[in-house]
């Protein structure tokens, strides 16, 4: 991620410690974020929705120890939520062994106090590069999905032979139909699909249906 796209991003930070909210927010936007702050949990839990493609790159500050919802209990709510988020974890000294768990359960990194602004910066930095990358993966995905959407019925039976390895002959006499036609669908399915080669075809299909 460029530094341009990374000011671009934002950071939400869930802490009950006002002082440090204040400070990490003056921090972070000095450097160009934009940053939604939370003193709780559930209140950062009725704000958040994910947001669609083309959005910017998000990442979640957390802090692992607040009243009332704890960090893990957040990381597990935004889980049955399927929002992707990266989430970065605050702990305190002694709470690493949460850390290692919210790392278990999919957390992007975590910071243990006291850090430097940074390790905080660079942090983020990471984090909003993962999102970013993700959403590209996303966009890609979503458009191969769209252009299979795009085959006939028929184009989408030669695709599925072709990609189990079957040879244009063994795919005539399996749906009943000459050479000639089964060599005309591929050619369609390779334009339609915008594949330069069998195996990038064979790829992205496979990719997409995983």
Same mark, same amino acid.
């Given at each position: 991620?460029?530094?341009?796209?990374?000011?671009?991003?934002?950071?939400?930070?869930?802490?009950?410690?006002?002082?440090?909210?204040?400070?990490?927010?003056?921090?972070?936007?000095?450097?160009?974020?934009?940053?939604?702050?939370?003193?709780?949990?559930?209140?950062?839990?009725?704000?958040?929705? %994910?947001? %669609?493609?083309?959005?910017?790159?998000?990442?979640?500050?957390?802090?692992?120890?607040?009243?009332?919802?704890?960090?893990?209990?957040?990381?597990?709510?935004?889980?049955?939520?399927?929002?992707?988020? %990266?989430?970065?974890?605050?702990?305190?000294?002694?709470?690493? %062994?949460?850390?290692?768990?919210?790392?278990?359960?999919?957390?992007?990194?975590?910071?243990?106090?006291?850090?430097?602004?940074?390790?905080?910066?660079?942090?983020?930095?990471?984090?909003?590069?993962?999102?970013?990358?993700?959403?590209?993966?996303?966009?890609?995905?979503?458009?191969?999905?769209?252009?299979?959407?795009?085959?006939?019925?028929?184009?989408?039976?030669?695709?599925?032979?072709?990609?189990?390895?079957?040879?244009?002959?063994?795919?005539?006499?399996?749906?009943?139909?000459?050479?000639?036609?089964?060599?005309?669908?591929?050619?369609?399915?390779?334009?339609?699909?915008?594949?330069?080669?069998?195996?990038?075809?064979?790829?992205?299909?496979?990719?997409?249906?995983?």
């Amino acid at each position: 991620m460029t530094a341009t796209s990374m000011s671009s991003g934002t950071v939400f930070l869930v802490d009950d410690n006002d002082a440090f909210r204040q400070s990490t927010r003056w921090l972070l936007e000095s450097h160009g974020l934009r940053v939604s702050a939370f003193k709780s949990g559930q209140e950062f839990l009725d704000a958040y929705a %994910p947001t %669609p493609a083309g959005r910017k790159p998000e990442c979640l500050l957390l802090d692992l120890r607040m009243p009332g919802l704890t960090g893990l209990q957040v990381q597990e709510m935004l889980a049955q939520r399927s929002a992707v988020v %990266p989430v970065i974890i605050i702990t305190a000294h002694g709470d690493v %062994p949460l850390a290692v768990e919210a790392m278990r359960r999919g957390a992007f990194d975590f910071l243990e106090k006291p850090f430097g602004d940074g390790r905080l910066v660079a942090a983020i930095h990471s984090a909003l590069a993962r999102d970013d990358e993700q959403m590209s993966r996303d966009r890609e995905i979503a458009d191969v999905r769209s252009r299979l959407d795009g085959l006939t019925p028929r184009e989408r039976q030669v695709l599925d032979s072709v990609i189990g390895g079957a040879l244009n002959k063994t795919i005539a006499d399996k749906l009943g139909i000459s050479i000639k036609t089964v060599e005309l669908h591929r050619s369609r399915v390779m334009e339609k699909m915008h594949a330069q080669s069998l195996a990038q075809l064979i790829q992205m299909t496979v990719r997409v249906r995983s």
